[in-house]
C-alpha cells in the first residue's frame, strides 16, 4: 500500500497536482513513521489503512466545522475522495446485515451477551469493509 502512495505522489507531482501531492507526502510521511515508531519496520497495509481513517475522521471535523461558518468545503471533499480511494470497497447495510445474520446463525446461543463474540467474527472475516458504529446498531437489534 506504501508503494502505491509513492507511486501516485511521483505522479501528483509530475502533473503538478498540488493538493494531491501535498496530501499524499503528509499521509505517506505518518503512515511510514508508525512501522518506524514500531521496530523501524516498514508498516503493514492495515497500519496504513488505520492512517487513512484517521485522516478522513479529521476532515470530516473540518468539513462540519466549515459547513457550520458558512464556508466552502471543496478542498477537504476532494481530499477526503483522495483518502477513501485507499480504504477496501465498503459494505452496503444490505451486505453487513447478511454478514452479521450468517454469524448470529452459526451461534450456540443467540442473546445480547453474544454481541463480542458477533463483533470479533465480523472483524476478522470482513476488517476494515464496514463502519464500526452501523455494524455495533445491527448487531444490537438482531441479538434482542
Known amino acids: 500500500m506504501l508503494a502505491t502512495i509513492r507511486k501516485d ?24 513513521a508508525v512501522g518506524k515508531n514500531a521496530g523501524n519496520r516498514e508498516s503493514t497495509p492495515e497500519e ?16 462540519a466545522l466549515l459547513e457550520k461558518e458558512g464556508k ?5 471533499k476532494t481530499e477526503k475522495a483522495i483518502l477513501e480511494s485507499y480504504l477496501p ?18 451461534l450456540p446461543e443467540k442473546s445480547p451477551k453474544m454481541m463480542g463474540a458477533v463483533m470479533a ?5 470482513h476488517s476494515g469493509r464496514y463502519d464500526g458504529r452501523t455494524a455495533s446498531q445491527l448487531v444490537k437489534e438482531k441479538l434482542t
Not at 505522489?9 to 507526502?25: G, I, M, W
Not at 467474527?121 to 472475516?125: F, P
Request: no cysteine.
Open 121 to 125: 467474527q465480523l472483524k476478522e472475516r
Open 72 to 76: 466552502p468545503t471543496e478542498k477537504e
Open 48 to 63: 496504513v489503512m488505520q492512517v487513512v481513517r484517521k485522516f478522513i475522521k479529521n476532515i470530516d471535523e473540518t468539513i
Open 89 to 106: 470497497r465498503q459494505m452496503t447495510p444490505e451486505e453487513l446485515g447478511k454478514a452479521i445474520d450468517e454469524i448470529i446463525a452459526a
Open 9 to 32: 505522489l511521483f505522479e501528483a507531482k509530475k502533473n503538478h497536482d498540488t493538493v494531491r501531492s501535498n496530501l499524499l507526502s503528509t499521509l505517506l510521511g505518518e503512515a511510514t
